[in-house]
């Protein structure tokens, strides 16, 4: 049997969506543009990607509809690229669970009513979904919450 390396034709949903998420470039790609970050250079800095291998991660995911090219120069997600911001959750909230660390991570609120994240993708206290217009993040490295960025006009 061969091996297999194209998932994009799988009859499984999972597996589909895995060809191109499951790269940890992709993910922390995604975590910088939904935290402001949209130019090359500062997708660049903020991943510590290589020039070559930032560009065939960006090319893999505007073809794969994750993002655009926005006016401004830069890139920014597409409603397709927003829906991933619960995966990204899922994937903190399993650091969080299986190895914490020391700083805390990621955490992750709801803007509405400021309640801390206990899921990926829903607010405990008012239900809002956690999406990009009601999802706050907090990074150590950032300093201070912010307000997720969806690719919505701006
Ligand atoms: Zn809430």
Do not use: K, Q
């Not at 709801?110 to 999802?135: I, K, M, N, Y």
């Amino acid at each position: 049997m061969p091996l297999r390396s194209d998932w994009s034709e799988a009859g499984c949903v999972i597996a589909r969506a895995a060809d191109v998420l499951a790269d940890p470039w992709v993910l922390v790609i995604l975590r910088e543009l939904f935290s402001g970050r949209s130019r090359f250079d500062e997708l660049r800095d903020a991943t510590g990607a290589a020039d070559s291998v930032l560009a065939r991660r960006l090319r893999t995911m505007t073809d794969a509809g994750l993002i655009r090219h926005a006016e401004s120069g830069g890139y920014a997600l597409t409603n397709a690229g927003e829906r991933t911001l619960p995966i990204l959750h899922a994937y903190a909230g399993f650091t969080r669970a299986v190895e914490p660390p020391s700083d805390g991570g990621l955490r992750i609120s709801c803007t509405r009513c400021g309640t801390e994240a206990v899921s990926a993708d829903w607010c405990p206290t008012c239900a809002a979904p956690l999406d990009a217009e009601s999802t706050t993040w907090m990074r150590p490295s950032m300093g201070e919450p912010f307000p997720v960025v969806g690719g919505g006009p701006r």
